[in-house]
């Protein structure tokens, strides 16, 4: 009975300790982090370097865009390998990431937000123009941070006057 009573307490004594909350510097850390590795992101695929862009995503991705679930790993495999591949775009012109935002849940898990402008050229010459957003739910595999969720939004280009929301922004709010 002793050890039913001593195993129930350590039960309950595991089950409510809370797990230590992060320092201010561990949580700028994990977003450095986080940014860094998503420009290595934009920068393999502006190079358009097929094996190092898949090196961001978990292999139990889960992945929606543009309001539709499109699938899995192998659906983001597909979709670069048609975009970087030997019949896909003919130049990356640029991937530009800006407005990161990350919530840090803890040591190994992240949300993170991401808008995104990119230009390429095709093969008849043409320039195509894109901009977006990124949500990635991040966790950290094998001391290397990865995509597992991923939501990306296209959008054509949009001009400030546009984005009827910004006056509401942060930075344009007046104190």
Same mark, same amino acid.
């Given at each position: 009975?002793?050890?039913?009573?001593?195993?129930?307490?350590?039960?309950?004594?595991?089950?409510?300790?809370?797990?230590?909350?992060?320092?201010?510097?561990?949580?700028?850390?994990?977003?450095?982090? =986080?940014?860094?590795? @998503?420009?290595?992101? /934009? #920068?393999? $695929?502006?190079?358009? %370097?097929? !094996?190092?862009?898949?090196?961001?995503?978990?292999?139990?991705?889960?992945?929606?865009?543009?309001?539709?679930?499109?699938?899995?790993?192998?659906?983001?495999?597909?979709?670069?390998?048609?975009?970087?591949?030997?019949?896909?775009?003919?130049?990356?012109?640029?991937?530009?990431?800006?407005?990161?935002? =990350?919530?840090?849940? @803890?040591?190994?898990? /992240? #949300?993170? $937000?991401?808008?995104? %402008?990119? !230009?390429?050229?095709?093969?008849?010459?043409?320039?195509?123009?894109?901009?977006?957003?990124?949500?990635?739910?991040?966790?950290?595999?094998?001391?290397?941070?990865?995509?597992?969720?991923?939501?990306?939004?296209?959008?054509?280009?949009?001009?400030?006057?546009?984005?009827?929301?910004?006056?509401?922004?942060?930075?344009?709010? @007046?104190?």
């Amino acid at each position: 009975m002793k050890r039913i009573i001593f195993l129930v307490f350590f039960l309950m004594l595991g089950c409510s300790q809370q797990s230590k909350e992060l320092s201010i510097d561990e949580i700028e850390q994990i977003k450095n982090e =986080i940014i860094t590795r @998503s420009q290595k992101h /934009a #920068s393999d $695929l502006e190079n358009m %370097d097929y !094996e190092s862009v898949m090196t961001f995503y978990s292999k139990d991705l889960i992945m929606f865009g543009d309001g539709y679930y499109w699938g899995d790993y192998l659906t983001a495999d597909g979709v670069w390998k048609d975009i970087l591949g030997e019949d896909g775009w003919e130049e990356m012109l640029k991937w530009d990431l800006q407005n990161h935002k =990350i919530h840090v849940h @803890s040591r190994n898990a /992240a #949300s993170y $937000l991401v808008e995104f %402008d990119h !230009e390429h050229l095709v093969e008849n010459g043409d320039t195509i123009r894109s901009s977006g957003c990124f949500t990635y739910g991040m966790q950290k595999l094998d001391g290397e941070w990865k995509a597992v969720t991923a939501h990306v939004t296209h959008i054509p280009v949009r001009t400030d006057d546009e984005k009827w929301w910004s006056k509401y922004s942060p930075s344009n709010r @007046s104190k």
